[in-house]
């Protein structure tokens, strides 16, 4: 009895809607961790369901990685993310099992980072899809359960307006709060790379917060793993900002030293990757996919600005990087122009070319922003590239 009682305590619910407006099927999709680095990801459906299509590309995770328990059950990859055929009739449930080292491809979401104090992040956006029932292809809108370790604290990340449900966390450390924003880091982290996180995220929060005058809601979590470190040679840093959250993964021998190009350019992502968390609090809608120079630029500026004011970079550090980006824009582009590049599926001059826009701008960053928010929310729709180029005139 009293071992049930303390495993209730582990378990988490959290609701996911994807889509607004659009006609979904209810599911439960409950994640249990059966050990260390083994999962079992069980799917209750309220309607019968034939198969299930996924979202996120995850290389070979699901084609490979996963042992699917319910007998007749296919994989079956195609165009996007592939889909699971459910045995060839309608089903109201199935599992699968896999593990936290399961291969997956550079350019997706990591499945499971891993944390040295036995602590897990694994990506719930590759659990989650689209499933076909008698009324056709319908979105999951799923509550999500996690049935932990003993002695695991399990997290769930917030409900995401749109798009992917990001990483659930399980393990034994309690997050710290810092300006509205949960802090779980690795300790393990070199020194370096751990002085450089509490230095950067509380000081480039607290800008942030200042200056577009916005509190997060939510608590987003930061989470900073560094369970791989000594796996490889050379260095990785991966990660990135999803629905209210923040994730970075540090693998590779080369981070041990402290370099000095390698901390500018840390704290520059951290700074970057924050900066999201505000820039999609102070919208209504998500950013605009096919204008992605307006948010990375716009992340990339709002970094280099925070990162001087608090006096982390020198003006000089800032003037150079401001040189660098000029150099590296004008060579992603080839000569064309930011949108045709884009168009053309081509990717390299978002970052420098859209920091640009800002950094030449006589306008301040984060008055651009503030300004570009509320024309968005005046419009009700999505900022577009009209709208940046009036509020960088001065
Ligand atoms: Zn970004």
Redesign the pocket.
């Known amino acids: 009895m009293a071992k049930w009682m303390v495993r209730i305590l582990f378990l988490a619910v959290l609701a996911c809607t994807g889509e607004v407006g659009a006609a979904k099927v209810r599911a439960e999709i409950q994640v249990a961790r059966l050990d260390e680095d083994r999962w079992r990801v069980l799917y209750r459906f309220e309607n019968s369901v034939e198969a299930l299509q996924f979202v996120t590309r995850a290389g070979a995770f699901r084609s490979d990685g996963w042992l699917l328990e319910t007998p007749g059950c296919v994989f079956e990859e195609g165009e996007g993310a592939g889909k699971l055929l459910l045995s060839g009739k309608a089903r109201n449930s199935f599992s699968v099992l896999f593990a936290s080292d399961s291969s997956f491809e550079a350019d997706t979401y990591m499945p499971v980072a891993r944390f040295s104090d036995g602590g897990r992040a694994l990506f719930l956006g590759h659990l989650w899809g689209e499933a076909k029932t008698e009324q056709g292809w319908q979105l999951l809108e799923c509550s999500f359960v996690l049935d932990g370790l003993e002695g695991d604290l399990t997290l769930l990340p917030a409900l995401p307006a749109f798009g992917d449900p990001a990483y659930a966390f399980f393990g034994p450390q309690e997050p710290r709060e810092h300006n509205g924003l949960r802090l779980l880091i690795d300790p393990a982290l070199p020194a370096w790379i751990l002085d450089t996180v509490e230095q950067v995220a509380p000081a480039a929060s607290a800008v942030y917060r200042n200056e577009l005058q916005l509190e997060l809601t939510d608590r987003p979590l930061a989470l900073f793993a560094a369970g791989m470190l000594h796996a490889a040679e050379g260095y990785s840093i991966k990660g990135?900002?999803l629905a209210g959250q923040f994730m970075m993964h540090f693998q590779g021998r080369d981070l041990l030293e402290e370099q000095p190009s390698l901390k500018q350019g840390l704290q520059k992502l951290i700074a970057?990757?924050l900066?999201?968390l505000w820039q999609e609090q102070s919208l209504d809608t998500p950013f605009a996919s096919h204008l992605p120079w307006i948010?990375?630029g716009g992340?990339?500026a709002k970094a280099v600005s925070a990162l001087t004011r608090a006096g982390i970079w020198s003006e000089a550090d800032s003037a150079a990087f401001s040189v660098s980006m000029a150099s590296a824009c004008e060579r992603a582009l080839e000569g064309r122009s930011l949108k045709a590049a884009v168009g053309e599926g081509d990717f390299a001059a978002v970052?420098p070319c859209g920091y640009l826009l800002y950094a030449h701008s006589p306008v301040p960053v984060f008055q651009a922003w503030r300004q570009l928010a509320s024309r968005s929310r005046q419009a009700d729709g999505p900022y577009t590239a009209a709208m940046l180029e009036t509020v960088l005139q001065p």
Do not use: K, L, R, V
């Open positions: 990135g900002a970057h990757e900066a999201h948010h990375e992340a990339e970052y």
